[in-house]
């Protein structure tokens, strides 16, 4: 007999994508970045464990909130740092959201909104895209009316596609917060939406973003949120009192603090992620223009899971996903280094 919670004995929890830990791979499956992290970030490391790593970290992370205002043109009060973003996504589920109230998010996109509003015993609904992943917005901003946390990933995940200012605004719900995720925002065209935040919306807007994607630091664990201060204030009592550590916020002040190297691998990985495109449409996939550091690609002749396995006998990963509801599958493909691409566009050639 389990003594756990009932809503937690109900749930299956969230399933991360596969993490082989032998050599030999093409991972093309979980959206890291190809690409190493900035050098300067290895020196900041190297710096912090030799100092005082007996003593605990900063608990309100200060040099580091310093570099993002700088970075943002925000005072640190805007900013709270967390364990990779996904951790301020629990912390906005614990601060805002009580047992019963609604939680909503687009589907498809990012599963564990729906794993961390049943682990807060919130009620959650799914907001349907259009199968051009466009907005039903009349549909949508019924359900925003009744909700106290909208959760909207822009770029999405799996489609990689970005909604724009006027779409976000209209989901901002009436008695409650928008979060919108902006994992991916570095590799849109349009990099960040600190403009939302100083706007009219922006006392209702909380923006999440991670050092995970276009920093290379998926390793490392750490992320941030930025909002008004007033959010801030709430979600810091929330928080664990030392929930980054030394060597992440030294790493994570150098990596914010080297945009040119960030911005050099970011091009790098939207120029292959064109040529990708190209030669998927070529194979008879069908992809969605991406903002992101991934496509998403279907194919009318093939089964998905079929390709899938077939790429994974070669040692290849890609992301199969399935969101039944919507009666939607696909792969979902991480954009890699070139040769990394080059091998699978030639196994993909050699299957369909």
Not at 160 to 168: A, K, L, P, V
């Amino acid at each position: 007999m389990s003594l756990a919670r009932p809503n937690i004995q109900r749930i299956q929890g969230y399933v991360p994508g596969e993490q082989p830990q032998e050599a030999g791979w093409v991972k093309l499956n979980t959206n890291e970045n190809p690409y190493p992290c900035s050098p300067l970030v290895v020196e900041a490391i190297e710096r912090a464990a030799r100092g005082r790593m007996n003593i605990y970290p900063d608990p309100v992370s200060t040099s580091f909130r310093r570099a993002v205002g700088e970075l943002f043109d925000i005072d640190p009060d805007w900013v709270l740092p967390a364990n990779g973003s996904d951790e301020n996504l629990t912390i906005l589920l614990r601060t805002y959201a009580d047992p019963g109230e609604l939680v909503a998010y687009p589907y498809p996109s990012y599963i564990l909104y729906e794993t961390l509003a049943d682990i807060q015993g919130a009620e959650h609904e799914r907001m349907r895209l259009n199968p051009d992943w466009s907005w039903n917005i009349e549909q949508a901003c019924e359900t925003t009316s009744r909700a106290k946390l909208v959760f909207v990933p822009n770029p999405n995940s799996p489609s990689g596609n970005r909604w724009d200012d006027e779409t976000i605004c209209a989901l901002i719900p009436p008695q409650g917060l928008l979060v919108l995720d902006e994992a991916y925002g570095d590799f849109a065209d349009k990099p960040h939406r600190m403009e939302l935040l100083k706007g009219d919306y922006g006392s209702k807007i909380i923006v999440t973003r991670t050092l995970s994607k276009s920093y290379s630091l998926a390793g490392l664990r750490l992320g941030f949120a930025i909002a008004h201060p007033e959010h801030i204030e709430q979600m810091r009592k929330v928080k664990d009192s030392y929930n980054c550590d030394t060597l992440a916020l030294a790493a994570g002040t150098a990596a914010i603090e080297d945009q040119q190297w960030m911005l050099d691998n970011t091009a790098r990985i939207k120029a292959t992620r064109a040529r990708l495109t190209t030669r998927l449409q070529e194979l008879g996939f069908a992809v969605v223009d991406s903002q992101a550091n991934f496509v998403w690609s279907t194919h009318e002749a093939h089964e998905h899971q079929t390709l899938y396995e077939a790429l994974k006998s070669r040692k290849i990963l890609v992301r199969f996903m399935q969101f039944p509801e919507a009666h939607v599958d696909g792969l979902r493909i991480t954009v890699g280094t070139d040769e990394e691409i080059d091998t699978l566009l030639d196994a993909l050639a050699d299957i369909v």
